[in-house]
């Protein structure tokens, strides 16, 4: 076998080939692509357009730079987006070249880069580590602060103080209304915990008041619940976290309150009745009644008053670091309408104009696109781009596609990881593909290691994907530890911290501390280039890389020994490498012809680095 030149063309958004990835509107960048320096391309040109009409521009031979030849040209950024593909002139063919890959034929613009101007990106979230709390379920720090047993009742249930050895009871049976006793002051305790797995950010689900467990029925966005400890306790954990150089965000319901909010009662024209008993609710759950963006007053209350909700926990003495919006993607929907592009690009101007350091993502389960060009969130919930095809190549049936059509899907294969995964990142501006918030478990689905068509293996496998993908990544309280938990009843991905530590699964909390651990050293991690290096049936190898080195993953989900041939010489001039992880037995790793050759067992992964 033999490297295909076309295979090493290449370019992105990242330093090595804009010299500015965060331009200002009027400011000159240049723009590079490169191949192998013997590849047949004669001329190389830059396609756009500017004020409507298309521009196509040949780009100057930069240099050569070991194995690969640059070419370049400097553009002028007149429009707050620039997109733009690459035309590739052979003596015998054209190609076209996006972010989806190279190509014979002329393209449509969807998968074009994009540098968008004047973007106001989260200096902090590249180098983050995410750790998501249920606060109920996390540690419990104040027992002063127990809801009690047939304290108030909601809805026909009433309230019940559950043992931190209980299994969480199911909705049938206590109506959300079964508490553990978790608090703020609880994740205060454990922030040393925290710290010591290489967590450097958290992600609360909601705590202000409201009558459930979940405390998605918010009762008063400007009340933290009691039983969490109340206004205080966030303010006080928030600086111990701050004092200790970690991040927090705030999960938020802005698309409906709870039947038990005080607007609800008061301001009946904050929501949509239609007449005394009937009003528009979340997916029909009368307890979320939705609020009407229609109404100035609303968009007034949430985001744009000096004191409205979302500015309200942004600034002293509380100062987040950013908010995750449940379900963004039905926010200002309601029957048709169409107004909710102005109230997301409202929400992130007035946001971002109060601290453009803080980071935005929304729950999103399938196609975001429009949503992620730079005008609305910084982030998706990634289930899109990382959950759904990772656990799917990793033996699972995608799980929203088997709660509406509960048809199976093909799974363990590589071609279709791939076309997943690029089909999200490539139709986005480079800078926000890599704040994409990516996750293996979350509050909504069975976890990730108690799937039951997921192997050993490949558990350790999808925590090594979860920390060298493009992307931030997240853990959920407790996967790191293997914590229990049954499908079905969402109650069974909420389980209590074990904080019994001869109970933890110590294989997955050394591979999580490990791979954190890593992906916090190597640079190469966190901004280098991503690439899709080979997909088959039953395989993938995707690398991480710069000038100067590269990280590359290798898996193989094939039922038999194989071989597979990496083509290393296609991203850069390694002469040394050294394995990083293998969850399987050593195999002799060989270097010819500009291709790494590796034979893998069945479900076996490699994570080499390569270097000068």
């Given amino acids: ?33 490169r191949m192998l320096k013997d590849s047949p391309v004669e001329k190389a040109y830059i396609r756009y357009t500017l004020n409507g009409e298309e521009r196509v521009v040949e780009l100057e031979e930069k240099d050569i730079k070991g194995n690969f030849i640059y070419y370049w040209t400097r553009i002028k950024i007149e429009e707050p987006v620039l997109k733009y593909h690459f035309i590739l002139c052979t003596r015998d063919n054209v190609y076209y070249y996006n972010q989806m890959g190279l190509f014979e034929h002329f393209i449509t613009e969807d998968y074009d880069f994009k540098l968008i101007a004047d973007f106001e990106k989260p200096s902090w979230v590249d180098d983050a580590i995410f750790y998501q709390i249920f606060v109920d379920r996390f540690y419990n720090g104040n027992t002063e602060n127990d809801v009690k047993d047939g304290e108030y009742t909601y809805r026909g249930f009433s309230s019940k103080k559950m043992n931190w050895q209980d299994k969480p009871g199911k909705y049938e049976i206590y109506g959300n209304l079964d508490f553990f006793g978790g608090d703020l002051e609880g994740i205060a305790q454990k922030i040393d915990y925290l710290k010591e797995l290489g967590v450097n950010a958290l992600y609360l689900n909601p705590i202000f008041e409201a009558p459930s467990n979940h405390k998605y029925d918010c009762a008063d966005y400007f009340s933290v619940d009691k039983h969490f400890g109340g206004n205080r306790a966030l303010e006080q954990l928030n600086k111990k976290l701050h004092e200790e150089d970690m991040k927090i965000i705030l999960d938020i319901s802005i698309n409906h309150t709870g039947d038990t909010h005080h607007w609800f009662k008061e301001k009946r024209d904050f929501y949509y009745f239609y007449d005394d008993e009937n009003y528009e609710s979340w997916c029909g759950v009368k307890s979320l009644p939705v609020l009407k963006y229609e109404n100035p007053e609303v968009r007034n209350a949430i985001y744009k008053d000096e004191k409205s909700v979302l500015k309200y926990w942004l600034t002293e003495p509380y100062c987040i670091d950013g908010w995750r919006f449940d379900v963004g993607h039905y926010t200002a929907k309601v029957k048709g309408s169409t107004i909710y592009r102005e109230i997301w690009r409202e929400i992130r101007r007035e946001l971002k104009t109060l601290n453009k350091d803080a980071y935005l993502i929304a729950e999103h389960w399938t196609d975001a696109e429009e949503y992620l060009q730079g005008d609305m969130w910084d982030s998706i919930m990634n289930y899109f781009g990382f959950f759904r095809p990772v656990r799917k190549y990793l033996g699972e049936n995608d799980l929203f596609t088997g709660w509406k059509i509960k048809n199976p899907m093909k799974t363990k294969n590589g071609i279709n990881f791939s076309k997943e995964v690029m089909q999200h990142f490539a139709r986005l501006p480079y800078i926000i593909q890599g704040m994409q918030f990516n996750l293996l478990s979350s509050h909504d689905v069975h976890r990730f290691h108690n799937s039951p068509t997921i192997s050993r293996k490949n558990i350790l496998t999808g925590i090594v994907m979860l920390l060298t993908f493009i992307g931030i990544p997240c853990i959920y309280y407790g996967d790191e530890i293997g914590l229990e938990g049954d499908l079905g009843d969402l109650s069974n991905c909420r389980y209590p911290f074990n904080w019994d530590e001869k109970k933890w699964d110590k294989e997955i909390y050394e591979t999580y501390k490990r791979l954190i651990a890593l992906r916090r050293k190597e640079k190469v991690l966190i901004d280098g280039s991503f690439k899709i290096l080979t997909a088959d049936d ?50 002799e790793i060989a270097y010819e012809n500009g291709l790494i050759v590796v034979n893998l067992k069945p479900e076996q992964t490699y994570l080499i680095k390569f270097y000068r």
Wanted: hydrophobic share 40%.
């Fill in 1 to 33: 076998m033999q490297v295909n030149w076309m295979d090493s063309v290449f370019s992105d958004g990242s330093i090595r080939f804009v010299s500015n990835p965060l331009p200002q509107l009027n400011e000159k960048i240049t723009i590079s692509i």
């Fill in 538 to 587: 039953s395989s993938i190898s995707y690398a991480r890389f710069n000038e100067d080195e590269a990280i590359i993953f290798i898996n193989s989900q094939d039922k038999e020994e194989r071989t597979i041939y990496i083509p290393l010489l296609t991203i850069g001039d390694f002469n040394n490498f050294e394995v990083i992880f293998n969850n399987g037995e050593e195999s």
